[in-house]
């Protein structure tokens, strides 16, 4: 990971700050989207073994849970806001690069 990989305050909440470096980019963006309300870093499940970046998000009650698998480590970050469709096109316009999974 990157010497940069943390993220605190404002619309971050939660007890983890680390972000992997391919979930980076995805905090950011959520950050400045002002229809987000909230944003909850979860754990880094590391070790799982080399592979292509990609992302999945799936709506749950409240919130998006967006998982993004970096070259060797998988992290959760659930994104709260009002319009959780407008989010998730949002994300798949803004990271066209990395492969969707449904």
């Known amino acids: 990971m990157g010497t940069n990989n ?3 305050g404002g ?3 939660g007890r983890h700050t ?4 391919a979930a980076r980019p995805v905090v950011d963006f959520l ?3 002002p229809a987000v309300a909230s944003i909850a870093v979860g754990h880094i499940k590391m070790g799982i073994g080399t592979g292509p970046q990609r992302m999945k998000i799936k709506e749950e009650t409240g919130c998006l849970l967006v998982k993004i698998r970096g070259s060797a480590s998988i ?3 659930r994104v709260f806001a009002k319009n959780l469709k407008g989010i998730k096109k949002d994300l798949e316009e803004k990271f066209k690069n ?3 999974t449904p």
């Open 75 to 77: 992290q959760e970050i």
């Open 18 to 21: 680390t972000v992997i470096d």
């Open 11 to 13: 619309k971050i909440g």
């Open 31 to 33: 950050l400045k989207n």
């Open 6 to 8: 943390h993220r605190s």
């Open 98 to 100: 990395l492969a969707f």
